[in-house]
């Protein structure tokens, strides 16, 4: 057994009194339950939380008259997509439960939303799944492993692959390209060359896909542990060009103090030394601040006589740029103007660190 199976297999157990008893109320009707996707993922990460995501053949109403009565709380905003929510409380704590019929999902050319299809067997949910990594199921209660993509060789291997070829699973939902750029955040993966190929060609696609799932997936690369490297691989496959286009258009700017290769690294880099700042986990505020704090550089850029390059104001057109993009991305009035007015005023003490300030401009400011 292998270091990640043995980690799965500690976390399953820990999980095994809520999961056993959902498994055997949908055996006992005729039908089969897995834990799937993103929890056996992380379970053999080491790492499972006390959300569970199951999947069944059971169909939606089916589902909803199995968990009622056991549940301690029901909710079906998703039904239409197939899912059904419920909250477990135990001695161990609550659980949070998402359990999905069997189903296959794919868009047109022009819809925003997917078209929902159930499947029958568990093999075809599997293959219709974003990445090998959350394409493997633990069949319950039995608990027999699924993994008919090698999804836990890509785990041990940390690279992130497709069960079907990246262009069907682009073509399917083109989410999923900014899921690799989110997951290489969260996890630390690299996307295969396959992956990152079909990213790149596939780029434009990501237009039909609302504004709203697009900031959702952002925000979730921003607040993981290495957002820097969902953000380089965002820009590098020309995803950021279509979503966050600010980022992309620094790589064409140089810094006027000359302390960094180019603006755009220089960003990454004041995102990295404002989460090290951080004191209390991770903050989407400064995180969005320092990353679009010099957004209004480009536009702002002049030559001067003596060789100079200056960006005059480039604080205040960044702080224009920044409500304008986060409007567009649909984020709250409340945090947009936060993050805006930060970028406004990132220059308001600029050389103090240094000590350049003298005594008489403290007591001005």
């Known amino acids: 057994m292998s270091e990640a199976q043995t980690l799965g297999l500690q976390e399953l157990l820990r999980v095994s009194p809520v999961a056993d008893e959902i ?155 900014m899921r690799a750029a989110r997951f290489a955040a969260q996890l630390d993966f690299d996307p295969a060359p396959e992956v990152v190929a079909a990213m790149t060609a596939m780029a434009d696609r990501i237009a039909i896909v609302s504004a709203e799932r697009v900031q959702a997936e952002l925000n979730k690369l921003l607040l993981a542990a290495h957002p820097v490297k969902g953000l380089r691989l965002l820009v590098d496959t020309g995803l950021a060009g279509h979503v966050l286009p600010e980022l992309p258009a620094l790589r064409l700017e140089r810094d006027e103090h000359h302390r960094h290769k180019d603006v755009y690294e220089h960003s990454l880099t004041v995102l990295e030394q404002a989460i090290d700042l951080e004191q209390d986990g991770p903050d989407l505020t400064l995180r969005l601040a320092a990353l679009l704090h010099d957004i209004g550089k480009p536009r702002t850029r002049r030559f001067e006589s003596d060789g100079r390059v200056s960006f005059h ?46 005594d008489s401009a403290v007591r001005r400011y």
């Open 23 to 177: 498994a055997r109320r949908f055996q006992a009707a005729g039908h089969r339950l897995a834990l799937v996707g993103g929890s056996v993922r992380d379970a053999l990460l080491g790492r499972l939380g006390n959300d569970l995501d199951f999947t069944t053949d059971a169909r939606p109403q089916q589902v909803l008259k199995l968990v009622k009565g056991w549940a301690d709380a029901v909710w079906d905003v998703g039904i239409a997509f197939g899912t059904v929510g419920a909250r477990k409380d135990t001695p161990q704590g609550s659980f949070l439960i998402e359990i999905t019929t069997y189903r296959s999902e794919a868009y047109d050319r022009t819809s925003r939303k997917p078209e929902v299809t159930y499947g029958d067997t568990i093999g075809q949910d599997l293959v219709r799944r974003d990445f090998t990594v959350n394409a493997m199921a633990v069949d319950l209660p039995g608990r027999g492993f699924v993994d008919p993509h090698h999804g836990l060789e890509d785990l041990e291997a940390r690279v992130l692959r497709t069960p079907a070829t990246p262009e069907e699973s682009f073509s399917d939902d083109p989410l999923r390209m």
């Open 313 to 358: 104001h480039h604080e205040v057109v960044g702080a224009k740029m920044t409500r304008k993009r986060m409007r567009e991305l649909k984020y709250s009035k409340e945090l947009t103007e936060d993050v805006s007015r930060l970028v406004e005023l990132h220059l308001r003490f600029h050389g103090y660190g240094g000590g350049e300030w003298t």
